[in-house]
């Protein structure tokens, strides 16, 4: 699957038109319009603003297989973890072992 069909896709799974596209990405209506009617490759910085505005990472988009889009709360979970010092890790991690019991 190719970068266009992908966003076409996703684009039909949430019922989003362009402008919202465009709006929910942070990028113009034209940046999204060449896109889909020119054929243009969006750079880097556009595909992260289009994964963003969608949910789902870099990896998700490329996936050939279905993998779990990230929920807000889930999101929102990885961005605390990844801000902890590794001692602050290791005892959220015990906390949640305790709770598998």
């Not at 910085?45 to 789902?56: D, M, Q, S």
């Amino acid at each position: 699957m190719d970068v266009k069909e992908r966003l076409i896709q996703l684009q039909q799974q949430r019922g989003w038109t362009d402008y919202k596209i465009a709006k929910e990405a942070g990028l113009s209506s034209n940046t999204v319009s060449n896109i889909y009617r020119r054929n243009n490759v969006p750079s880097l910085p556009t595909l992260e603003a289009l994964c963003k505005a969608f949910g789902i990472t870099m990896a998700q988009f490329f996936a050939e297989d279905d993998l779990v889009e990230l929920t807000p709360e889930i999101r929102e979970l990885v961005d605390k973890w990844t801000a902890l010092t590794d001692e602050q890790k290791a005892a959220v991690w015990q906390i949640l072992k305790s709770y598998e019991k």
